[in-house]
């Protein structure tokens, strides 16, 4: 078997704190609960975010066509943020 290639970092990090974690997920709302009752993470704040002048695939979208249901909690000093593309 041959030695793997050590992987080397996107970026460097070393020595910055992480102070915010992203997740995509299907369903904010259902997501945010289930945090909620296995990790006690809460309380949970939602907003609707609609972009305007999107291009998507070099074609513009209509404003409104594009949105992105957040869910953000605060866990320490960490921010859980829950990203549902709409």
């Known amino acids: 078997m ?5 992987s ?3 970026s ?10 992203g997740i995509v997920v299907r369903d904010v ?3 945010a609960g289930e945090y909620a009752n296995l990790f006690g993470l809460g309380p949970w ?10 291009r998507l695939h070099d074609q513009a979208l209509g404003d409104g066509d594009a949105c ?9 000093k960490i921010q859980i ?3 549902q593309p709409m």
């Open 29 to 31: 709302v259902r997501t």
């Open 8 to 10: 080397q970092p996107v």
């Open 68 to 76: 992105v249901r957040v869910a953000t909690a605060n866990l320490g």
């Open 45 to 54: 704040f939602f907003i609707d975010i609609k972009p305007t002048g999107v």
């Open 12 to 21: 460097e990090l070393s020595g910055k704190p992480i102070v915010q974690v």
């Open 2 to 6: 041959s030695n793997p290639i050590p």
């Open 81 to 83: 943020e829950l990203l």
